[in-house]
């Protein structure tokens, strides 16, 4: 690899951030270049991705563009990654990485999502609206708690991209419940969960994604 | 391959039934043990998927337990489809066929659930809420329909997995819409949406799929 990675994302939301930290990981260059919301719906950017949506990728190495954070990773992985060991490449192991990758994009992402938009976008206020994704949160807590219970990581012995992915949408877990988060209780009520999130968020890489995170977004 | 493949599922529930797709498609032997919802978030099915949701498989050919729809396809294309042409093993193609997986499972599947939860399950109307969803269901139908123009299917010239994941939540859109479906005029808004649907729909697979659902369920 020689030539920088473009990565197309935005100062606050989640997603991109779940990408700079596989490529922080890989030891990768890259350029980050955050679009205005506004502008992530229409042309040009549409022409990268025709879902207006922020990760986007360009590759000037392989001439790739690609969108959706997942597949972003896994390109990275199979790309650059291949001494790296973050995930598996045989084995019943490797389709549980395939499972918990997957649950994470349709099980937390879009739900934790929901949350944030009930709780700070939506034009009204609708409690039980709110309510319902809040509870979908601590659903999604419960279920890594207890699929953690005894273990390190998600699968195997390992840190692997299974559990690297749930950190941007973790790290939003305050904004999304506002006054209600001290409440919630997690380092008591989720321990597993709770010692394994400190466990990744220690990480070198993540550690800088988290910064510089923090230098261009409150949230 | 020897012994059937145990798919746990639901009637009414659209993942089980994409998974169902592939393993028609693949001509696989399987058992479909269909779960009421009350006994799906709890022992002994947990113990299966610790999830609580629908779809998980057992293979006893090769031992693994599975969930998450689109990692059992994944898993079923590569142990039992490679001489079925359903997806792509090498270069950009292999990684947009990833792309617009992730984009079915996170930004279909999600966003097409809550339209339904709103218009017919949640505890209170909010119009507020069901029109947010329906407009999300309407971009979806956009993307596809862009994405799509001047094409047969979604990445290269040859009906994937990419094509075929999005089927089972289609098939749900005039219950998610009730009344206000005629009205969307999917056959003139979205045009090579609605072809691609139609070519797909006409897949001897997908019929069988179709025609065991329509036997369970009324959605």
Chains 1, 2 share one sequence.
């Not at 994704?133 to 299974?162: D, F, M, P, S, W």
């Amino acid at each position: 690899m020689s030539k920088p990675i473009t990565l197309w994302g935005h100062a606050g939301g989640p997603n991109p951030w779940k990408v700079i930290i596989i490529l922080e990981e890989l030891n990768l260059k890259y350029d980050h270049k955050m679009l205005e919301m506004s502008d992530v719906k229409k042309e040009p950017y549409e022409k990268i991705c025709v879902n207006g949506r922020v990760p986007a990728i360009e590759d000037p190495n392989t001439g790739i563009t690609l969108w959706e954070s997942a597949a972003i990773i896994e390109y990275l992985i199979e790309t650059y990654g291949q001494d790296k060991d973050l995930t598996f490449t045989s084995g019943p192991e490797k389709f549980l990485v395939k499972q918990w990758v997957f649950f994470q994009a349709s099980g937390q992402g879009p739900y934790y999502g929901q949350a944030g938009w009930f709780a700070h976008y939506h034009p009204e206020k609708l409690p039980s609206a709110i309510e319902r994704y809040r509870e979908h949160v601590k659903r999604v807590l419960g279920v890594l708690n207890k699929a953690l219970e005894g273990k390190q990581y998600l699968v195997g012995e390992k840190c692997t991209i299974a559990d690297l992915s749930f950190i941007a949408w973790d790290m939003m877990l305050p904004w999304m419940f506002g006054e209600a988060w001290a409440g919630l209780d997690v380092e008591n009520k989720f321990p597993n969960y709770f010692a394994w999130n400190k466990r990744l968020l220690e990480r070198p890489a993540v550690q800088a994604a988290v910064k510089a995170k923090a230098a261009v977004s409150k949230i």
